[in-house]
């Protein structure tokens, strides 16, 4: 929160989340103290089912965005605290609701939820979440606030009806996709940071500018998830590798893969985005001509487009600890390898 | 809206809907716009979804209650009419989900969203209308019916998974059971009639007046439902008959049929509601052992129970065609066959 000037990290190093984390770290034990409180219930299934998620790691990115956006502003009070929680029951909420729409196995590393407790109280204890985030917001008091959540979460919705359709549409275009993940994924990291100049009382240009950090950021970190499904193993992913493939998904790897491929090869995607060709074999050979394309690299190129837009967003605000944190945060969100 | 006395009807009619539908026809109107623009989405499957249910019927029971208590507030304004579209998402919202939960094959007399679309996109619409259910209160700008709403959408959920977790336990008491319908139906009866004293700037004194109106009536409509799936025929509910025995649902006539049954009985209902017998005999064999110890009836008395003290709860208001109709409505409440 001081205003010293902090340099920038030397280009050799690599990237990491060490400073936003580090930044953020006091008041994510506050974040995390009202996420335990408030995930309770006396229906003793939904903390237990709540809890198999929340407890069970993930960055706390969008949280952590909230708790940045409010040191970018010098904010000294804490009503952040509550509504980075809200933000946090938000996601978890959509989270669960992902992996019954999509019959995920796995989740961080882990059976996901809906194995576990099967959909039915998946489905139910992530409406509960949800309206948890609105009571916090609630006590907030902040119309603004609420407006701007309750806003986003429509949207993700739409985004992910979005990419139900798009599924096994081999023809989805590259602008389709991002409109998708714009929605579904980086609505909420547009919010998580609007709120923080919200609550620090900024002005609307400054209110602007960190939607639009955190709206590049989202869509540069859903792209290189995207890239990583086609590029790296399970256990560094936390999720099962080639799970876009199986389900069809037409994520950007896939797109641009399809785009530049022969006529041969577009008639292999044509047959595994819709399902008929998605063995072990099948994603060996789609990994393949994903490579001979560069698409990943494309894809991991055009998160690096997001990435400079969302610090260039920020670059009004002065410089330090706050500033350099978030910067960083963009440079490793295109930079991971998990 | 006038304060002109109305004579109760004559005991000997049936009691009927139709007073509260002439009550609040007009205002239905609007509401009904306020529920068709605002379904509507860039993404085609969401308002085909939300409409194969919204335009689907159902009554409307429940921003009908709201326009109703605006009638019994003699409020002027329109504020009421976004609200009560609001009321409606959260409850088409919640039906959704429901259906996912369940695995229901029929809803209204036709095949459930789920059937037609599937789980996945049932799923994420239920998930867009709630959100937007938030955006158009938000809209609204009070923070009291905001309070009230999304704390009711938390007892929802809580309810519904109570009531999962309650499932295939033949052990179920009377209390849990109330406890459960006094969530997952009651808690949006009761903030539906709770809000329009709100909007109308009624003391506290009223709201809570309201409240205990739509909770005790929420209770005795469950109640009904409950009895009426074990003696009445499908095409009169609009539902499968039997749904909640072979879901092995512990609803109230099952409780008293267990609570008063013969050893033998009592074995009988352990294997139905443990899932191990529910073929159709079984469910003939199920509605004997109801009817043999009168659990339809005494459910039905219960639900009468409810009926008054949500008739008695209003009886502070003025006399007049507002609460007549909700007097015959609470009446009519317990009285139907379907």
Not at 218 to 241: N, P, T, W
Not at 301 to 307: G, I
Request: hydrophobic share 45%.
């Amino acid at each position: 929160m001081a205003a010293t000037v902090l340099p920038l990290r030397p280009r050799s190093s690599e990237p990491s989340l060490a400073p936003m984390l580090a930044l953020t770290a006091t008041a994510m034990n506050s974040v995390n103290a009202v996420i335990l409180e408030r995930m309770q219930s006396e229906i003793p299934l939904i903390p237990a089912l709540a809890g198999h998620l929340i407890a069970g790691g993930g960055k706390r990115m969008r949280p952590m965005l909230t708790l940045a956006g409010a040191a970018l502003c010098d904010y000294q009070g804490a009503r952040h605290h509550k509504l980075a929680a809200a933000v946090e029951f938000i996601h978890t909420a959509t989270l669960l609701h992902d992996d019954v729409v999509d019959g995920s196995d796995l989740r961080r590393g882990k059976a996901a939820a809906n194995i576990v407790f099967g959909n039915p109280a998946t489905v139910l204890v992530g409406d509960f979440l949800f309206s948890r985030a609105f009571e916090l917001m609630v006590e907030d008091g902040s119309l603004k606030v609420l407006r701007i959540l309750s806003h986003a979460s429509a949207v993700i919705a739409e985004g992910e009806v979005d990419q139900l359709t798009a599924q096994r549409q081999v023809e989805t275009s590259e602008e389709r996709y991002l409109a998708i993940i714009g929605a579904k994924t980086a609505a909420l990291f547009a919010a998580a940071c609007r709120i923080a100049a919200v609550v620090a009382e900024r002005s609307d240009a400054e209110e602007r500018a960190l939607d639009e950090y955190g709206r590049n950021l989202g869509i540069a970190f859903q792209l290189v998830d995207d890239a990583i499904d086609y590029d790296s193993s399970s256990a560094e992913m936390g999720k099962g590798k080639g799970d876009d493939f199986r389900e069809g998904k037409m994520t950007l790897p896939v797109i641009l893969a399809y785009a530049r491929g022969t006529p041969e090869e577009r008639e292999f995607w044509r047959e595994a985005v819709a399902g008929f060709a998605n063995s072990d074999d099948d994603l060996a050979e789609a990994v393949q001509l994903i490579n001979r394309h560069d698409a990943v690299d494309a894809t991991r190129e055009r998160a690096r487009h997001f990435a400079h837009r969302a610090i260039d967003a920020i670059a009004a605000f002065p410089a330090g600890e706050a500033r350099s944190a978030m910067i960083e945060a963009a440079e490793f969100a295109v930079a991971r390898r998990y």
